[in-house]
């Protein structure tokens, strides 16, 4: 992954490895610009109708035919404040294979280079060819180092989640974990199969036990003990059918990216290893296939959780809170300073706020204003929804201590991180993020199908709370 390169690597207007300079121009100050070109280049920009309109991009010739500058429109200047940082990166599949430098006048060079990379990523897996890509010297002053760091984190999260179900099992999800941390000399530990009840995580193994590919419980440990405790939980359904309460045809065609909160929170746990952030780091996944079988729970059981709670089951397709409350109690158990959780949770979520915008949960207002100001800035947006208290009640069973859904459906995110909120007591803070996990629609920097979400933001958040 060499897309962006150090500026110091190759001499701009050396002579050998040509570094075409990219002039990314408001439309106000297009005039200007132009005046300031050689005057075949500005006549160039002129015939051909270069406007600087947002995103529209013209190759100039050098005198001898090859490519000498690269102008990129970012609208008018109103509309670059409101607009999309990460604009500018989506020359890195426009452009053709070379090297490029932004000339001064980004709004964020940072950014445009951050989604440079980011655009570029593809799931190549499967493919027989890997298509070239433009690269970019990053601009003066960005540390490259860094936006390695987040891109590596970012494309990993894509990568778990692409991979379809089949081979990304709860076997291959622990074997992801088990590279990540060798690459930073992490821990690992394992509960699996029947070992899940012997341990005390019920609803972990009740969730899982109807697909041959058994159910685990990942626990990955990075960094001094003495260090703040930060622990990531991440929800691992590599495939949910929805159980006995199957989802029809087209609700289960994407389930393979359910696993999207395990992929996240890897992602993120991969950045913050590879910054070395001072603090203790754990990753908690509980990996299951919610599946169909003849052992597999049902509606109207009653399940024994790790803290003691019987949990009313209203619809097996409602699997994720099951798995993540009985991880949420171990993650609880060590009074960490900070758990947060990932979960492509309910399909509400998406209903309230789309594809682009995960909501998240917290009680504490600190925390809320820090990750909302970190994920502005880092533009990776999210949005804060209430643990509305008086919905509480909805959770109340007749047989049993909770219910794990509500009935009528009514604020079906809210009432999930309602019940989730249950089982985190003794951590100083708690966050859950109810994350949808794909990019329906490819955008600058986002492409197609799995996502990293709010973790860009969170990085920048935990970098600034634990001092690095
Ligand atoms: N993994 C799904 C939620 C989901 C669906 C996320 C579509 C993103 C896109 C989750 O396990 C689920 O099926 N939730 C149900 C809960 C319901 C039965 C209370 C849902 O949201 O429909
Ligand atoms: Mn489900
Ligand atoms: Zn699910």
Known sequence: MDILLDTKTTKRGGSKATVVPVSAVVSDDLAKLLRGLPKPDAKWARANGFEARQGQTLLVPDATGGLGRVLFGLGARDDVATGDPFLPGQLSTDLPEGTYAFDEGLPSPRLAALGWALN??????????????????????????????ISAGACLARDLINTPAEDMGPAE??????????????????????????????MIHTVGRASDRAPRLIDMVWGPARAPKVTLVGKGVCFDTGGLNLKPGSSMALM??????AANVLGLASMIMAARLPLRLRVLIPAVDNNVSANAFRPSDVL??????????GNTDA?????????????DEERPDLIIDMATLTGAARVALGPDLPPFYTDNEDLAA?????????????????????????????IADVNHISEGGFAGSVTAALFLKRFVSRATAYAHFDIFGWTPVARPGRTHGGADQAIRGLFAALSDRYGK
């Open 173 to 202: 999800l622990e074997a992801a974990v088990r590279t990540l941390a060798r690459d930073h000399k992490a821990r690992v530990k394992v509960i699996k199969g029947e070992a899940l009840l012997d341990k005390n995580f019920p």
């Open 370 to 398: 820090h990750i909302l100001s970190h994920a502005d800035a880092e533009s990776d947006p999210v949005w804060r929804m209430p643990l509305w208290p008086r919905y509480d009640g909805w959770l109340d069973s007749r």
């Open 256 to 261: 393979k990216k359910d696993m999207g909160g």
């Open 304 to 313: 024994q959780s790790r803290n003691g709670m019987t949990v009313e089951i």
């Open 120 to 149: 570029a990523y593809r799931f190549t897996r499967y493919k027989a060819s890997k298509a070239k890509r433009a690269r970019l010297h990053v601009p003066a002053g960005v540390d490259r180092g860094e936006l390695d760091r």
């Open 319 to 331: 699997e994720g809170r099951l798995v993540l409350a009985d991880a949420l109690t171990l993650a």
